[in-house]
């Protein structure tokens, strides 16, 4: 996270006040969005089945507390259940295996015995827990669709650092319209970059041209600069939690 946040905080008219100490509820949920994200990574979840995960992690977390349940547990869950979700299936196997050597650096994969099979029972437990509480809607619209739909730029240094804001911004929960955060991280990163774009006429960019490249009509410059404020408070979580 340090490249991005250390260019976006460049930019003193999008930076946030450090705000007050989080609570050891939000640290914890700070630190397992990173084990999700991380861990998922390995086990080559593409993003927006990531994005999903989070979400699930999130949500349920808005019901439930982490002293009931224990987060590493149902960031497992979600990620199992976000396989499915989003149609790229993994094996419990390989979600324990690379969540134990994630929390358990250089030990060796868990043999196939009781313990084995005991977490992977607490796994599948936890996932129609999930499901549950969830009152199983867990299929979700992310920004990334709004972005890859309108945008042929992969590669590009705009694209690199407007993925890498979006993927960030799953350690928090930003509780808005999926192109509203499409448009913000987006004008983000072109900030960042030093890239102007302009408008045509009264509209702005991300309202498309000749009725083409909408991104959103209804976001407005102060909607963009709080979620940029939001996303901002999220990089100086990450360093009050390191």
């Given at each position: 996270?340090?490249?991005?946040v ?7 008219r999008?930076d946030?006040?450090?705000g ?11 630190r ?6 991380e861990?998922?990574v ?11 995960a989070?979400?699930v ?12 349940f224990e ?10 259940l ?42 599948v437990?936890c ?10 809607q867990?299929s ?11 945008h ?14 979006l993927?960030?911004?799953?350690h ?5 319209p ?14 960042t ?9 009264e ?5 498309g ?6 991104l959103s ?5 102060p909607?963009i ?7 901002i ?10």
């Amino acid at each position: 996270m340090e490249s991005c946040v250390g260019l976006a905080l460049r930019k003193p008219r999008l930076d946030a006040e450090p705000g007050p100490e989080p609570d050891p509820d939000t640290r914890t949920h700070f630190r397992v969005c990173r084990f999700i994200t991380e861990t998922g990574v390995k086990l080559g979840m593409c993003s927006e089945p990531l994005a999903t995960a989070c979400t699930v992690y999130h949500r349920f977390f808005q019901c439930c507390s982490p002293r009931v349940f224990e987060p590493h547990l149902v960031a497992m869950a979600a990620i199992y259940l976000a396989g499915k979700v989003e149609e790229q299936h993994l094996r419990t196997r390989d979600i324990i295996n690379v969540c134990h050597r994630y929390l358990n650096p250089g030990s060796d994969p868990l043999e196939l015995d009781s313990r084995f099979w005991d977490l992977r029972d607490s796994i599948v437990q936890c996932e129609l827990l999930l499901l549950r509480v969830l009152n199983f809607q867990v299929s979700f619209q992310h920004p990334h669709k709004a972005l890859m739909n309108r945008h042929a730029w992969d590669r590009t240094p705009i694209a690199v650092t407007t993925w890498a804001l979006l993927r960030d911004s799953y350690h928090g929960s930003l509780c808005h319209p999926p192109q509203h955060v499409a448009v913000a991280v987006l004008y983000l990163a072109l900030q960042t970059l030093g890239v102007e774009v302009p408008g045509e006429g009264e509209r702005e960019w991300w309202q498309g041209r000749g009725g083409e490249g909408v991104l959103s009509d209804d976001i407005t410059k102060p909607a963009i600069d709080d979620i940029i404020v939001e996303l901002i408070q999220i990089y100086n979580m990450d360093a009050k939690c390191t």
